[in-house]
């Protein structure tokens, strides 16, 4: 079975190009990806993720939110009891940020000029193929 991956844009951000570009590159390497659209709230992330029971979260974030959005919705799914599902993350991140994101529980993050063969296959490498 494929992996089922959520991908979301969560906050106010309003640019969903390389969110739509990562989730088809993601589809074309064999995974069923979601797309939530754009200005997801972290518990309306949570809910579909878990709602369509997903293996990852891949989230996107341009507006300089992504300290406080990302370690909320990995939060949120610990709290839900569902911490089992992989959080991974990209957009416009400074250097500096992603220590204290990974500490937050987010397994990695993709910055600007991340080619997208390599993020599909950190997906199949470190996301468990779905049931």
């Not at 969903?16 to 309306?44: C, M, W």
């Amino acid at each position: 079975m494929p992996r089922r991956i959520l991908i979301a844009k969560p906050g106010l951000d309003g640019h969903d190009r390389g969110a739509k570009v990562i989730a088809r590159a993601l589809r074309d390497a064999g995974n069923e990806v979601i797309y939530s659209g754009l200005h997801q709230t972290p518990e309306q992330i949570v809910a579909t993720a878990i709602d369509e029971d997903v293996a990852a979260v891949g989230l996107s974030s341009l507006s300089g939110a992504h300290l406080t959005l990302f370690p909320r919705v990995v939060d949120l799914l610990r709290k839900a009891e569902a911490d089992d599902i992989v959080v991974f993350g990209g957009g416009v991140i400074p250097d500096v940020d992603i220590a204290t994101l990974e500490a937050a529980g987010v397994a990695a993050i993709f910055g600007p000029g991340t080619s997208l063969a390599e993020i599909a296959e950190w997906v199949e490498a470190n996301v468990a193929a779905s049931p």
